[in-house]
């Protein structure tokens, strides 16, 4: 992106930008935005709608006492899985429940959902008999329920409606042949508890079921007495319907929105939209990712898989999150006493997010966020977009952002107490600004396109459509400039280290980072948990790692400063980002162990290198920060290919074989291979191959070597598991 064309572009955009900015892309109101659940779809509404899907086997009373609802909650489950997932408007998730004999397919199709109306959907939930010579009787249940205080379901037989989202009507189709045993209630709870289905749904049996044990006679089938009541209270905001099948059944639920003019789906308008979302999505995966021609069919189908998972994972959370804010007295030097935390609840706020883990992390965590939005972007620029602005509105006056986002009770109630607290100075590496790339480059290639237009032959104006689009696309960019800004100084700010004092000598005065908030053994706020670090926490103490993360952020803030036409500003990023480079070599580089190294301070106040070969060694190789011809670059280099130390057939090891620390206590950054950290790896190499210089073909070939190890990894070693 040059410059030149963005001031171009300014001139063409000026008039259009204000109102641009706030539109958004709608067609992603309702989602599978539960993903902690097994199967549950909202809207990014707060105080609106929740569903759910939960099953329990009645095959005796053993198999039913255990609801199926939260995905950690999976013992017996062999694998749930999105086999695709567009992020949009549809979905098939497949669950193998052995302990319950069934193979269930859970799919959803959207109809309808643009210019900001909520449009219809169908869920299909299909059970499959595993083992036909076992018993097999399966009992599922599927809620809806409001957590607006004013909502008040009406029920008309089984089909419900609700003046929730314009008003709503649920109805379910049962397939043919099938006979399942119905049963149904309607409920008034509280609306902070509508998310719990399990209480509810239990809840509902319980009275029945305590009676009938208190009764002496004999206990009826599972399927008989486990039964919701039939019954439906005045005002009721909360709603469930149960099937209880023996063998193999198809039933579909479909939610029609009183404000879309679409045709309601039918059963076999969700067959066919199915079978036709699935062909366009095969073809998509194709064209963005070009697979097939290295791949076999079932590898390709394990990569589509994998990221499906990541689109199934995205979820909306609001609520409030626990903050404590108290100023630290040691400048941030350790960790706060988690057990002694004092927050406050903050908010509520609202956040749209990829999860790291739909079983153990289902909620926003910053640094994987930067990961999984490089993905998404690869897919959906204007999805990763949307992700992105909602993070970004999490960004505080100061410009902090927790690393940790848990809104709402639902996701507190999956995170351990002393865990909930997030403090304003604990940072996390600054991944998350690559959410911005793949819409940079969409615009880049919006703007060649309408140039290309303008020095067309008859060079008058860009067609008014690439204008309109344009001009959207630099205002949503434009309206993230000043968050991140503040966001980029915070980092800046808070997280700044100390070089003079302990008599350091660099370059540029004031180019040095240290992560707040350690303790002894970890550092929770650098992503690396327990990387060896200095063994006694120190003022000044100066980390590798994070130097290089300030300059990558310098660089992204320089790209998005460039494309938005602010050139001072551009220039300063630039600036910083030399400064930080020059740095990395001026304060981390140690000639003597030829390694980047952190510093710390020995008790007789001087400065020393503290250094453990392995991840934190190579950021600045990793995070291109290193000039192509650099001796240091070539040091790195040999460290990256060195077999007694990082390099494995699998992936490049956090921590070298050779460190006495390697694999030790809950070794976790000690050893260990992160495709994460890898992938970043196999970019540097790249950038370091094409750039003309002593080590360019050395990078080379590890690139394609490492390249070729981490596919294989991950077809042979991660596939199987
Ligand atoms: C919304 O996203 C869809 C799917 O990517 C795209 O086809 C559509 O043009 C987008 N609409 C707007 C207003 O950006
Ligand atoms: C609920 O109603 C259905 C008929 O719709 C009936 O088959 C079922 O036994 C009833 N269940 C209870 C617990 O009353
Ligand atoms: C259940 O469905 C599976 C998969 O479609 C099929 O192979 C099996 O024959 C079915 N079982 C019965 C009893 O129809």
Redesign the pocket.
Known sequence: MTLGWAVWLLGLCAVAVVTAATESNTSTVWGTYRPQLFFGLRPQVPRSLVTGLAWFSTVDYEHASVLRHSASDNEGIDSFKWLYHDGRNFGIQEITDRKYNYRLETSFVKAGHDHGRPGHWAVRVRG??LD?SQPAELSTFFYVGSENSEAAFTLQGEQLHGTDLGGFSVRTHEHLGQAPIKAFTAKRVPSDKVWRGTDHILGDMRPHLQAMARSQETWPPAAEAMQLTNSSEANANWYALQRTYR??FTYDIMLDSALSDQDRWDSDAVTAALEQHKRAYDARFEQKFALSESFTPKQVAYAREIFAQLLGGIGYYHGTCLVDRRPAEDNGLVLHNMDDAQPQEEGPYSLLTATPSRTFFPRGFYWDEGFHLLQIGAWDAELSMELLESWTRLIDDNGWIAREQILGEEARSQVPGPFQTQYPLYANPPTLVWGLEAYVRALEAQLAAAQEGVEGVDGLAAPEADAAALSRMYGRLQALYEPWQRHYEWFRRTQRGQIRQWDRHATARHEGYRWRGRSYTHVLTSGLDDYPRAATPHVGELHADLHAWMGSFARSMQQLAQVLGHADDALDYGEQLEDIATNAVDLHWNEKEGLFCDLSVRSDDTSYFECHAGYVSLFPMMLRLLPADSAQLGASLRLLRDETQLWSPYGIRSLSQRHPLFGTDEDYWRGAIWLPINYLLLGALRHYATEPGAHAADARAAYVELRKNLVKTVLEVCATR
């Open positions: 499959t008999v036909e063998g193999n």
